[in-house]
């Protein structure tokens, strides 16, 4: 999954085959890229967007179908919020920037 931050630059998302989640962000000015970082937690699926407050938010889903959210604590901060769980259950996820607001963030 990716997103474009409010400076422009891009954040890339995703798991791998056990479940572990990592991000990389695009190095300003350039088209080289941050090495992969690991982020707490093991989804199946996942799912970035930018909020009107520049704060990317972090949406996944497990194999038990919980759905997760957390937001950075900041823009370009590379802290975030807990998990938090979304009530329902999904097999797989998506987000959009047009409907990412203020009012979905912790």
């Known amino acids: 999954a990716v997103t474009k931050l409010f400076d422009g630059r891009l954040e890339l998302v995703g798991t791998n085959s056990a479940g572990q989640v990592f991000e990389r962000g695009q190095f300003p000015n350039s088209l080289s890229w941050s090495p992969w970082q690991q982020i707490d937690g093991s989804l199946a699926a ?42 329902g259950s999904l097999r797989t996820i998506a987000a959009t920037e047009s409907v990412i607001s203020a009012s979905l963030t912790a």
């Not at 704060?55 to 807990?82: C, S």
């Open 46 to 87: 996942v799912a970035v967007a930018t909020n009107v407050d520049g704060k990317v938010e972090l949406f996944g889903v497990n194999n038990n179908d919980v759905i997760f959210h957390r937001l950075q604590t900041d823009p370009n901060a590379n802290t975030w919020t807990a998990w938090d769980v979304i009530p």
